[in-house]
C-alpha cells in the first residue's frame, strides 16, 4: 500500500520548536518532491513548504521564510519540516504530499500523487 505518514504534530508553547517528519512506505521518496501544507480551523488549506527532486530547490511560504526548514533523508525515506519560533497562529493540522513529477508547489491547487494523513500542532501558552 502506497502512503505516506505524517508523526512529530503536538503542544508546544509560543517561541518553541517541533519537527514534522513525513515517512512514505511502499515507495521511495527520493524521485519525489515533497511539500507541506496546513489547515487552521476555518481556514483554507495552505502551502507551507517544499522541496523539488530534480534540484534540491527548497521554497517557503513568507508567513514561515526563516523560521521553517524543510529537509530529506533519503536513506530513511523521509522529509522533515524543522519548524522554530512558532507562534499560535501556526497552530494547524500538517499535511505533507508526494509529487512524481520532481518539481512540487505551494499552490494548492497542485496535483500532488499522495497525501498524508495529518498531524495537528498546536501552539499555545
Known amino acids: 500500500q502506497l502512503q505516506l505518514v505524517e508523526s512529530g504534530g503536538g503542544l508546544v508553547q509560543p517561541g518553541g520548536s517541533l519537527r514534522l517528519s513525513c515517512a512514505a512506505s511502499g515507495f521511495t521518496l527520493d524521485k519525489y518532491a515533497i511539500g507541506w501544507f496546513r489547515q487552521a480551523p476555518g481556514k483554507e488549506r495552505e502551502g507551507v513548504s517544499c522541496?523539488?527532486?530534480?534540484?534540491?530547490?527548497?521554497y517557503y511560504a513568507d508567513s514561515v521564510k526563516g523560521r521553517f526548514t524543510i529537509s530529506r533523508d533519503n536513506a530513511k525515506n523521509t522529509v522533515y519540516l524543522q519548524m522554530n519560533s512558532l507562534k499560535p497562529e501556526d497552530t494547524a493540522v500538517y499535511y505533507c504530499?508526494?509529487?512524481?513529477?520532481?518539481?512540487?508547489?505551494?499552490?494548492?491547487?497542485?496535483?500532488?500523487?499522495?497525501w498524508g494523513q495529518g498531524t495537528q500542532v498546536t501552539v499555545s501558552s
Open positions: 504530499a508526494a509529487d512524481g513529477m520532481g518539481w512540487g508547489s505551494l499552490e494548492v491547487g497542485y496535483e500532488y500523487d499522495y
Open positions: 522541496i523539488s527532486s530534480r534540484d534540491g530547490t527548497t
